[in-house]
């Protein structure tokens, strides 16, 4: 089954284009698999017109898929009215944000936000917050994601990015996802230097990874014990991604910090730190962070009309029923192991080490989806997938991508 051309005659255009994007950028990010044109809902069509049912959402940005005419007009209005102001002044939308993530949040009196434009920023002040302490150590998890900046880097496991730009922070302590001996240890031998944990609930680049119960309830009991600050990192999982508005919420466990990104601006550029109870609130004072454009009143309109419409949508109940779905159709497929996750934010464990090739294999026929791991693909479509749309990728994997995990051919 294939949803569009997606021929080797169709893509002059897009090869033309490709060219013009490997002399122009940064090789950063590899050669792009397509030149995207337009976006609608959950599709999205390429510069030679083929069409593709997008699982990916922008790595889990676009919560309400591809130009929502609500969304769409809170920019437009916004843009004609105020977009930037600076920080020397304060706007309704960013105030109006940052009373709603407060409450969403369920946040103590006396708690604050920090808006910012990405994950990585919000993961940097978070950082910041835990050096006011007074302390310096921050213990991290392996498979954990923070982002690229220094200190966000320093805190992120993964080797292979980290290693060009080392000497990193060394006041970072990793210890095993899920390993609570191992989190125990770490803390008491750096009790009197412990200025945090920080955590993913879902660990979304290394796999689509979901913590204990145990090992965040442990995370939580070892901060209060050792005056550490307790940060969750809901860049990706927050925002009705899990079907809940931020997922430590489905274990019944509040941080001292949260840092959120993605979904939020459904698509535009924002970021914000939640920081929790008087305290904590206060710990950056005036002077000590800033960023020019963070909580710009565009930003913030897109992340209100974000709000508005999941609210309006009732997106969290939906969120939960389609993944159900599509965690029980994919469940039953030959190859496929598991399908780990929550909501619309779902690993598919494949039963041999060719995500790539899946992958691969998916967007030719008309699906984008991702291989953080070598036997795992990401699902992390927008909040407004309907079963219908579902059913046609498990019907895909059911007769192709498991062929892959099978019999290793892209036949």
Sequence with gaps: MTLGTHGEAGLERGRVDLQRYGHALMGTYGEPMRVLARGEGSWVWDADGNRYLDLLGGIAVNALGHAHPAWVAAIAHQAA?????????????QIRLAERLLELAHAPHGSRVFLCNSGTEANEAAFKMARKTGKRTVIALEGGFHGRS?????????????????????????????????????????????????VEPIQGESGVRPLAQGFLAAARELTRRYDALLIMDEVQTGVARTGAWFAHQLYGIQPDVMTLAKGLGGGFP???????GERVGSLLAKGDHGTTFGGNALAAAAANATLDVIEAEHLLDHAKAVGEHLRAGLEALDGVVEVRGAGLMLGVGLAA?????????????????????????????????TTAEADLFIAWMAEHGTRITTEGTTA
Aim: proline share 9%; no cysteine; hydrophobic share 55%.
């Design 353 to 385: 080490p060719v995500s790539a090739q899946v992958a691969q294999a998916a967007v030719a026929a008309g699906f984008i989806v991702n291989p953080p791991s070598p036997d795992t693909i990401r699902l992390v479509p927008a909040l407004t997938l």
């Design 270 to 276: 924002v970021g914000a730190v939640l920081a929790f």
């Design 81 to 93: 009215t105020l977009a930037q102001a600076s920080n020397f002044f304060a706007t309704e939308p």
């Design 150 to 198: 220094m200190g966000a880097l320093s805190m992120t496991h993964k080797d292979a990015i980290r290693a060009p730009f080392a000497p990193l922070l060394d006041t970072v302590v990793f210890v095993p996802r899920d390993d609570e001996a191992a989190l125990r240890a770490a803390a008491t031998e750096h009790a009197a230097d412990l200025a945090a944990i920080i």
